[in-house]
């Protein structure tokens, strides 16, 4: 009888799910998969229990089969953000919006069930924050692509992107894609994310794809795919091209080492799978793009013997430390692989105490690692690490090319247009004066907010009698500026106030340690009411509550969990309270949370990512999840520029520190740490084990690479030479400079460096005109304007634009090389890029020249005038020629 009832109710459901792949035009449903779902569906509805009502009291209401069968899917799968930030309106939205796109368009008949869930339905891209994008860019969207061909359709929603958003360098969170509408730029990682989701929203499957780090440079990139007529193809996020399989970054993704995807819930594509667990996949879509190799080590003991389930990291070299491409557990046989390009990757193995490692390069075979190292022993190695090489990529004909300049030029136009309607700088002091308000501060921080420019100037306006109102907005970050609420802006600050703070915290630390609601990168909201309210109910409302009280309700209302928030998104303090779990760095952030809500100073410290209170004038550590975090004894590290390197190292992008922890190397992060803005430098950091790296990239891509191997004891200073490696038989890079870098051309038409390159270097001088120095250079080219000429490369004379004057005439300096071309430097922003590249403190010394490689890597500098710049320049050319061509 009980297996009658049990078939019986398998019968249903499936017959339930197959109306998915019915509405598909998908004839081959599989009910096993569908019965998986559901499982897991009961099993995330039992975990979300505690936000029943918000999140499933949307099945409450009279739902189509196929609308319940795809919100069971994205429950089931959904990462813990987005079971405790969001509810069930918002879900059944996306599900909704999803099926009116597939029903409008003529392709959407078209899709596979497999393909529309995961690469349409879903309404994450990656770890951005949520809004209702979709539905308000299908409205914009779809009379503008009816009728057209899939493919058709594709290109013309990238044309659309790009008059929404520009390339513009931001920080790590990821703004939702109508935040990036208001502001109108951001990074890659923000790009792709909104062109995938506007790619969606008009029922086009897509995804976004990384190259997790590039081999030949630093930083990464990301892109995105489109499957067109059963077929994936790639294109530049807000940077259409006339056809797919297009952009700037193909050549580089020729020498990418990894490109992958985050797939969402359990996929059975036939791409290769880096990763595959019960709630998501990451995919390897490098065979894409290039030409692959299998790397494959064996893991063995000092007796010889495989080591089962060690981890094994594929690294990279990037920004001055080892970066895994992807990570993996030995088999049974102590093997693991990875399908990679065809350059080194630093392979490093561990049981997590024990550790080894090798360079495995592009023509290696099997490897073996033993595993016969552990922390103490001091030591020091020399290796260069080699990208792939550079391949051919597909050439557009000159027509095609034109003919897209001239769109990009009018959808410029209308970015630009939008942006106008941003507040100006006169406007903003007058407000300033109207409210009795620092009228340089309050420019500073209406400019910062760009679109939200009116929210915060609503916040200035409401807290204008506020002592704390500049150093809090100076507490949060730009972007926080441009994405926020007036509402939330509002919601700290005035509740921060009214419950006060510890009277031992210096009042130069309230507004950014008590009162503001930045913490690390989580999306702000307004959390700080509901921690009060939790806190006092669980204790005394006269009193503050203790740090251990604090810890203690943490450990007992929120469970650690670092599995199942895969997409890293950061969960809100109050997310986390109501959920009653959250990753490791969410809780972190609770922690900081609670604290200011209690009037206590906090804060997630920047180089480990701990967090930490502050009591009798020092910052504490809090153990909140491990013996990681405990407070550990302290000693000193200076680090000494040594006196034979040609450029001042920089951390993270010459050098890096990283402590032994668990069996592999955790590097500290020091980036833009005031401490080390110039060398020696020293910081004070736990005792341990420690490597350091210092690396030295030629032009070619390569790295020389030195580590150092060596223990900190307690109370102890060690010095620490930073000696730059030598490239033998290459060309050393000085920094290196954003490509994708936009400019404004003298004629109003914005580029980018790579545009100017012309597909090889650039010469860019950054010029005061109206001054001497710069005039003789500018008088010095044209005696080398034949040998430029025949070079082909770009050349860029680039003005800040407050050194730009009505008189100034470009006409008069004669013979200059054919493809000179000039423009305007808004906000010093290229110029500031690379005097930090360069590591120099410039006090208008102009002109500034400097020639970039076709990747972006400074292989010549001048800083003032100087006789025979041009000529100085061919022979660098020259050089880089031959290292390439030897």
Known sequence: MKKRIFSALALSFALVCSSFSQTTNDKTSDPAYSQQVHKQFLARKKLAASRNQALFDVFNQKL??????????????MPLSDLADYDGEFYLNQVRTAFKARDYFDWGKTIPED?????????????????NAREVFFDELKDRVKGMTMEQAALEVNHWCH????????????SAPLALVRTAWGRCGEESTFTTMA???????????????WAHTDDNHAWVEVWIDGKWNYLGACEP??????????GPAKRAMMVHTNVFGVYNGKEEKNLQTDLYSIINLLSNYTDTRTATVKVVNKNGKAVENATVKFNVYNYAEFYPIT??????????SVITGKGDVFVWATDGTNYGYVKSEANSPELTIVLDKTAGKTYEETFVMNPPVPQKIKELSPEKIAANAIRLAYEDSVRNAYMKTFINEVDARKFAADNGLNPDDTWKYLEMSQGNWRDVKDFMQQEKNSTYLFPYLASLTAKDLRDTPYKYLINHLSFGEKGGFESTIPQDMVAGSVFSPRISRELIRPWRVFLKLKMDAQYSKEERATIDQIINYINSNVTLDDIQNYYKCPISPKGAVELGRADKDSRNALFVAICRAEGIAARIESATSRPQYYTNGE???VNLNDDSEAQYPKGTVIFNNAASNIVKPAYSTHYTIAKFVDGDFVTLDFEGDAALKTLPGQVTIDAGYYRLIVGSRANDGSVTVETKYFSLNEGETKALDIVLPKTEGRIQVQGIVDMNSRITLANGIETSLKDIANGKGIIICFADPDKEPTKHVLQDIPNQQAEL???????????????????FDASVFKNLPNQSVWGVDNNRGLLNATTNALQIEFSNNFPLTIYLSDIGGILYSSEGYQIGIPENILKTINAEAATKNP
């Open 789 to 807: 000429n025949e070079w082909g490369g770009g050349i860029l004379f680039i003005v800040p634009d407050d050194k730009v004057s009505k008189a």
């Open 241 to 250: 091209e006339p056809e797919l399989n297009v952009g700037w970054f193909s």
């Open 163 to 174: 008059e929404k958003v520009n390339y513009r360098a931001t920080d790590g969170r990821t």
């Open 199 to 213: 790619m969606r929203s008009v029922g086009i499957p897509a995804r976004q794809c990384y190259t997790p780090r």
């Open 115 to 131: 393909v529309f869930r995961h690469f349409v339905l879903v309404y994450r891209v990656n770890n951005e924050d949520l809004d």
């Open 327 to 336: 990570s993996s557990k030995t088999t049974a046989d102590g093997k693991a």
């Open 619 to 621: 910052w504490i550590n």
């Open 64 to 77: 189509t089969s196929q609308e319940k069968e795809a919100l069971e899917f994205l429950y089931a799968y």
